[in-house]
């Protein structure tokens, strides 16, 4: 049975939370009495759709349900937690908190707030210790950053299952030690706005060229480093120590206005809006919203190859998923195998796998048959362990046939029969399936290879003991339709 959250409140950042959740497999409730709130979410959920499972490396799970309501008590019905992201108004908090603690008693609430502290939000409910601020970043479906900050009525467990469900769907989730107003990344951003919008009215610079400034510069650095980790770098090989000696003092030059704010007012609104314009105007929100996100995913991408930074959690959460899968296929062994193909590997073709046909690349049929072999062998135990003992199966032969087209974002998976084996040699037959249509299949001859000494080998006994069982399990089945065929042959 699927999980369910609740989100209350639909703008930029609930629409944001509603495709995380589903997209991650959680079914979810939505209130929001604004009448378009259904067609902004699905505004949003079809740009999610396209950007969030290009960061995956394994399927996403099956989406999750996804239902309106007319009221909070309908929506957060059954839910185990509810992302609340109304208006910054604190009345309006707290009257959705008591209506939520009425019509579900127990549940835990976490709010998106960008400022209002724990202790401010949980102000006259009865069970304050469910009421947790869970602040994330634009795009939420996308950044993995989710701000937890409690008060001293959050219990050490309340605080634990917000990290967990924001780790369960591949968030991550940063504690903040103690209670301050718009916590760590909220403080940072205010202080460079405030600079920035002071260079915009001095007319140092405009709204394009303090963004170039970032954009061309720190802020590819941030992205990957952070501040303390980049200004490190910066002390070269004395290190921070030196860096600290030689620009702390500048701490006290006139450099910035932090501590002077400009007036807010209509002349200051226009100054900045009219710039903005004439920067990003002739682009619609959601060609902005569709621009950064196919450049946050390549970014992503980039640090989630190299396992660094915000590419680590992606990483860890594809690890997660995968291990729950590869535990699911060993059980099923362990209990003896069955005569029918097993279903070794799930994937999704990403953007990268395509080619100019927009169709899935020759390339990636072979990849495909690569991570299906490659857990049939963890399966029998010839994984990395095996290969570092020195010892492994080589492939000698393989043929593919290409029988029909897959697609960006199309779900396949790998179905591998052992058509025959002995202590040296294994013969696979796997099928690339796309729902019921099998779109290729590759044949394949793997070899045993004593690896120190050069040539081919008998497995190690407990690993020829499992590929023997799967293969005269499968001995039973049919031999596959193309099995054998040579390129050119008649069908």
Not at 110 to 138: C, M, R, W, Y
């Amino acid at each position: 049975m699927a999980r369910k959250a609740a989100i209350v409140g639909g703008g930029v950042i609930g629409g944001g939370w509603t495709a995380r959740f589903l997209l991650n497999g959680w079914d979810v409730g939505v209130f929001d009495p604004d009448p378009q709130a259904e067609r902004k979410i699905s505004e949003v959920l079809a740009n999610a759709r396209a950007a969030l499972p290009a960061l995956s490396d394994v399927p996403m799970p099956p989406e999750g349900k996804l239902t309106f309501h007319g009221t909070i008590g309908e929506a957060v019905e059954g839910a185990e937690y509810v992302q609340e992201s109304v208006s910054e108004r604190i009345e309006l908090k707290h009257r959705v908190y008591a209506q939520l603690q009425q019509a579900n008693p127990g549940v835990l609430i976490g709010s998106s707030t960008s400022g209002f502290k724990a202790t401010d939000l949980q102000q006259g409910s009865p069970a304050p210790e469910n009421i947790i601020v869970a602040h994330p970043f634009n795009p939420v479906y996308l950044l993995p950053l989710s701000e937890i900050s409690g008060s001293e009525k959050n219990t050490e467990a309340t605080v634990q299952k917000t990290v967990q469900i924001m780790k369960d769907i591949g968030m991550f989730p940063l504690v903040i030690r103690h209670e301050i107003d718009a916590f760590i990344g909220n403080r940072f951003l205010e202080a460079v706005w405030r600079e920035a919008l002071w260079m915009l009215k001095d007319g140092i610079a405009t709204t394009e060229e303090i963004d170039e400034a970032i954009r061309m510069g720190f802020g590819l650095r941030w992205g990957q480093m952070g501040l303390f980790e980049t200004y490190r770098i910066a002390g070269g090989e004395a290190g921070m120590k030196h860096f600290m000696a030689q620009f702390g003092p500048a701490l006290k030059w006139p450099w910035t206005k932090l501590m002077d704010v400009p007036e807010f007012n209509d002349e200051l609104v226009e100054l900045v809006s009219s710039q903005s314009d004439a920067q990003s105007g002739m682009y619609s929100i959601r060609e902005l919203e569709r621009i950064r996100d196919q450049n946050l995913v390549g970014f992503l991408r980039s640090l989630k190859d190299r396992n660094w930074g915000a590419g680590k959690v992606l990483r860890e959460h594809d690890e997660a998923r995968a291990a729950a899968f590869h535990a699911e296929m060993q059980k099923g062994i362990d209990t003896g195998p069955k005569a029918a193909p097993l279903v070794m590997a799930q994937m999704q073709v990403l953007p990268g796998w395509i080619d100019y046909n927009g169709h899935m690349t020759e390339s990636r049929y072979y990849f495909a048959n690569s991570e299906t072999v490659d857990n049939f062998l963890r399966l029998i135990g010839a994984g990395m362990d095996y290969v570092a003992a020195g010892q492994s199966f080589y492939s000698a032969e393989t043929h593919i046939r290409h029988l029909g087209e897959a697609k960006l974002g199309d779900r396949i998976r790998g179905e591998l029969q052992i058509i025959s084996a002995d202590e040296k040699r294994f013969r696979s037959f796997v099928r690339i399936m796309k729902d019921d249509e099998c779109v290729a299949t590759i044949e394949q001859v793997c070899l045993h290879v004593d690896m120190k000494a050069g040539k081919s080998s008998r497995a190690a006994p407990e690993v020829w003991a499992k590929l023997q069982a799967i293969a005269e399990a499968h001995a039973s089945l049919p031999l596959p339709e193309g099995a054998g065929r040579a390129v050119g042959q008649k069908r």
